[in-house]
């Protein structure tokens, strides 16, 4: 395994991950809510009254944020090595995951370990595994 130098990024990592925390935080100290987002887009599906505007405000910042910063900087092409099929696949099962572990990478991974969880604790060594195991078996393994 290499590193690829040109694309080897730490500050701007590190700068993105404080970001994250401090966002969860101040979400779950001003709101006592969990930054998770499955869970935010669950409540949109099923809303409750007095608990919709916040959901929105939270989906639409997370669409608005990269349009914002395309105003400013040149937005990198992405660039995925997957066929449509891959991609509804891993989809499908992402969301069956979020259901199965009862919330997602962000809300157990993010918040639930910040907040010392065990739940969170084993779901995201789930979810981590998991991962781990199927980019061995894709790359490695079937050799795609």
């Not at 944020?65 to 992405?78: D, Q, S, W």
């Not at 090595?81 to 991974?109: E, F, P």
């Amino acid at each position: 395994m290499t590193i690829d130098w040109n694309h080897f990024t730490p500050l701007a990592a590190l700068a993105g991950g404080v970001l994250i925390g401090i966002a969860a935080a101040m979400f779950v100290l001003l709101n006592g809510r969990i930054a998770g987002i499955s869970g935010v887009l669950g409540g949109l599906l099923r809303p409750v009254a007095g608990d919709l505007a916040w959901r929105v405000a939270f989906v639409l910042g997370l669409i608005g944020a990269p349009l914002a910063y395309a105003v400013f900087a040149a937005v990198p092409e992405p660039r995925i090595n997957a066929g449509y099929g891959a991609l509804v696949l891993a989809g499908l099962l992402v969301g069956a995951g979020t259901r199965y572990g009862a919330g997602c990478t962000s809300g157990h991974g993010v918040c639930g370990l910040s907040r010392l969880s065990p739940r969170s604790l084993v779901a995201t060594a789930a979810f981590m595994g998991a991962g781990f195991v199927t980019v061995f078996v894709i790359r490695h393994l079937l050799g795609i």
